[in-house]
């Protein structure tokens, strides 16, 4: 028997035993049962054909159904599936990648470490940026300073610089460390703001003399963050690019 | 640009990536480190060692499947794609700014985000406007997700335009459906 030949209604019931990320009852009482994708389409077990507007979760970059990846992944299976990559061994197809990522997305960035998703990258970066500092004798420099309304990841620490409360609220205490400072988003900038301007060149506008270049600016960034409680009170989640240029002073 | 990161001038110590490094066949992400930070570790006595991993750490399977994903995305030209798509899902998507619910649309590349609010100008987020929109699109086969008051967009690079202009149209028929 293959998952295929299951129709839409014994799916359901059997996925009653099944918890559900970021899961409620109302939103799951008739779930969308996804059967197979072509492309951009996904096929529903109920025989609905769904143009996958979010590509999964953000990731499906080369569409559903290509026939490429899975001949390697069963070729790589075969050969060697898994084993440990801890130090002292490592296997061909993580070596060859990480070669092939080394210097691509930057040319200071040519060491990669493997993760199986995003909320594991982050708690390691958070991780690796306090060893950094450790080793560099500054055992005390430990804070991280996030957006509010920004989505970093759902894991203990990765939880803590997600700048969205529905994440925080029943989770508490937070890991500790995390700072939340207001997010780039022009249509939602309460000030005055010009056409191509970005929140941060605004707000620096509006507090003339805060340049930032100078030492001040941080400090007042950290006294936008709600006393540096680590919680902040955006009222809801956003899309929105990150706005890089007000993060450099930091 | 493959990274987001390489949209502005940025100099990173440290890149967390995830996501579209399979296009999710296989399970995998990662962090790239500056050369500043791997001397560090290099450098380090044994009892100061990097003491992080996961079992699935650099996982053969999944990282083959990484390597042949990123190939495909270069031999198809997808990035150039994405931008092309982009702009024409942003262009169409800014047409049902004349929606009194639609307050704000906005994106990059080959993501949009389309706000909906009770009233162009309070602004007021409408949840369950934008909840009803993602779900009467889902029935009309769409497949959006509501980010709070936010309709998120993100399809697959590969879309063509006549796919990105069915993701205009049967939205703007849902929200018209709507009101």
């Given at each position: 028997m293959t998952h295929a030949t299951l129709d839409h209604a014994t799916v359901v019931e059997m996925d009653k035993k099944q918890l559900h990320p970021v899961y409620h009852p109302s939103i799951h009482?008739?779930?969308?049962?996804?059967?197979r994708g072509e492309g951009v389409w996904i096929y529903s077990a109920d025989g609905r054909k769904i143009l996958d507007g979010m590509a999964g979760l953000w990731n499906v970059n080369v569409g559903y159904g290509n026939e490429e990846l899975p001949r390697v992944a069963y070729d790589q299976m075969r050969n060697l599936a898994y084993t440990s990559n801890f130090s002292g061994m490592t296997n061909p197809p993580s070596a060859e990648l990480a070669s092939i990522l080394a210097?691509?997305?930057?040319?200071?960035?040519?060491t990669t470490f493997f993760t199986s998703g995003g909320s594991e990258s982050n708690d390691s970066a958070f991780k690796t940026a306090r060893y950094f500092w450790y080793r560099k004798g500054?055992?005390?420099?430990i804070k991280f300073i996030s957006r509010r309304a920004g989505y970093h990841g759902i894991t203990v620490a990765a939880t803590a610089a997600t700048g969205i409360p529905r994440y925080h609220t029943m989770f508490g205490p937070l890991a500790p460390g995390f700072i939340h400072i207001a997010h780039p988003l022009v249509y939602r900038y309460p000030g005055d703001i010009t056409p191509g301007e970005t929140v941060g060149q605004a707000a620096a506008r509006a507090r003339r003399?805060?340049?930032?270049?100078?030492?001040g600016y941080r400090r007042r960034l950290h006294c936008?963050?709600?006393?540096?409680?680590?919680?902040c009170h955006c009222a809801t989640r956003r899309l929105l690019p990150p706005g890089p240029r007000n993060l450099r002073p930091l | 640009m493959m990274f987001g990161q390489q949209q502005w001038d940025l100099r990173p110590d440290i890149m967390s990536f995830a996501k579209g490094i399979t296009s999710g066949y296989m399970q995998l992400g990662g962090i790239q480190i500056s050369d500043e930070i791997r001397e560090v570790m290099d450098s380090a006595e044994t009892a100061d060692m990097w003491m992080h991993g996961f079992?699935?750490?650099?996982h053969a399977a999944a990282c083959a499947v990484g390597i042949k994903n990123l190939e495909i995305i270069a031999r198809d030209n997808l990035v150039a794609n994405a931008q092309l798509m982009g702009e024409r899902l942003l262009a169409g998507l800014q047409k049902?700014?004349?929606?009194?619910?639609?307050g704000d649309v906005r994106g990059r590349g080959l993501i949009c985000g389309v706000e909906i609010v009770k009233d162009k100008g309070s602004k007021e987020v409408d949840l369950a406007k934008t909840t009803a929109i993602q779900n009467a699109a889902l029935a009309r086969g769409l497949r959006t997700r509501a980010v709070g008051n936010t309709l998120a967009f993100a399809p697959?690079?590969?879309?063509n335009a006549e796919e990105v202009d069915k993701i205009v149209d049967i939205l703007g028929a849902t929200i018209d459906a709507i009101g």
């Open positions: 009482k008739d779930p969308l049962v996804v059967e210097g691509m997305a930057h040319p200071s960035l040519n500054k055992k005390d420099k003399g805060d340049s930032a270049g100078r030492p936008r963050t709600d006393s540096g409680r680590g919680r | 079992t699935y750490s650099g049902l700014l004349e929606f009194p619910c639609v697959p690079l590969v879309i």
